[in-house]
Nanobody
C-alpha cells in the first residue's frame, strides 16, 4: 500500500516536497515512479527511481527543477519540486513496480502494480 502526501497551494517559483510512504512490503523491492494528471489531461510520467536509488529519470519538462530520491530504511520516496510553474498543477501519484521489471519501461503506467491515492499540487501565477 502506498500513500502520497505533501501537496498544497504554492506560488509560481516556489517549492514543495512530496513523499510516498509504503507499508506492508519492503520498499527496496520496488522501482518507484511519480505520475501526475492535470485538469483535462491524461496521467503522465514525471520521474522514476530504481529500487536501490542508483538510477533516476525525469520527463523533460521537470528536468533541473524536480529531484526524486528514496530512503529504503524508512520506506519512503521523495519528490522535491523547485521553481514550480502553473503548468505543474496536477494531482501527483506515486506508483511502484517490481525491482526486476524492465527499467526502460519506467514511463508506462501499465507497468506499475501499486498506486497511491494522489496528492493535489496547485501552483498559482
Amino acid at each position: 500500500q502506498l500513500q502520497a502526501c505533501g501537496g498544497g497551494l504554492v506560488q509560481a517559483g516556489g517549492s514543495l516536497r512530496l513523499s510516498c510512504a509504503a507499508s506492508g512490503r519492503p520498499f527496496s523491492s520496488y522501482n518507484v515512479g511519480w505520475f501526475r494528471r492535470a485538469p483535462g489531461k491524461e496521467r503522465e510520467f514525471v520521474a522514476a527511481i530504481s529500487w536501490a536509488g542508483g538510477t533516476t529519470t525525469y520527463v523533460d519538462s521537470v528536468k533541473g527543477r524536480f529531484t526524486i530520491s528514496r530512503n529504503n530504511a524508512k520506506n519512503t520516496v521523495t519528490l522535491q519540486m523547485n521553481a514550480l510553474k502553473p503548468e505543474d498543477t496536477a494531482v501527483y501519484y506515486c506508483a511502484a513496480r517490481g525491482a526486476t521489471t524492465t527499467w526502460a519501461l519506467f514511463a508506462q503506467r501499465t507497468q506499475y502494480d501499486y498506486w497511491g491515492q494522489g496528492t493535489l499540487v496547485t501552483v498559482s501565477s
